[in-house]
């Protein structure tokens, strides 16, 4: 049974559905010209979700939040392609777009990737903090 499908109508009441584009990490390299790791990304993939805020108690520490980080949690689903979500649980560097905004997971909350959703912790990105391959992505997508 999908318990995700069942609460989905009366959750969608409060908190919308919206259309991410998730950047999925695909490991990294490192650049001679600038001496640095750059990370990669894989081609976006449209998921559906709804962004919800956290308790204060509910958020999972991590190295990417400091005091004044924006933290939410995503559910995300994606019916056509559940393989989509489907990452180990330990791993992290994947990012959603959402109107201009990035924002980085830093955790899965719930898998259940198996019946085509996860609930997932994600920081708003400030301007530095995007790497440059997903800028450079971005600006592919929309040209």
Not at 13 to 36: K, N, P, T, W
Not at 48 to 60: C, E, F, K, S
Not at 75 to 83: A, G, K, N, R
């Amino acid at each position: 049974m999908n318990l995700h499908q069942l609460a989905r109508g009366a959750v969608s009441s409060i908190a919308r559905e919206r259309l991410f584009l998730l950047y999925r990490s695909a490991g990294s390299h490192y650049s001679v010209e600038d001496e640095s790791v750059v990370p990669q990304f894989e081609d976006p993939v449209e998921v559906m979700g709804q962004m919800q805020t956290l308790n204060p108690m509910q958020i999972v520490p991590s190295d990417k939040i400091t005091i004044s980080s924006v933290v939410r949690k995503v559910y995300l689903f994606s019916h056509e392609d559940p393989q989509t979500l489907n990452r180990g649980l330990g791993r992290t560097g994947d990012y959603l777009a959402l109107d201009g905004d990035y924002w980085y997971i830093t955790g899965i909350i719930e898998d259940f990737s198996h019946e085509g959703w996860v609930c997932a912790q994600v920081v708003l990105q400030q301007g530095g903090d995007i790497p440059s391959a997903l800028m450079e992505a971005t600006d592919a997508d929309n040209a």
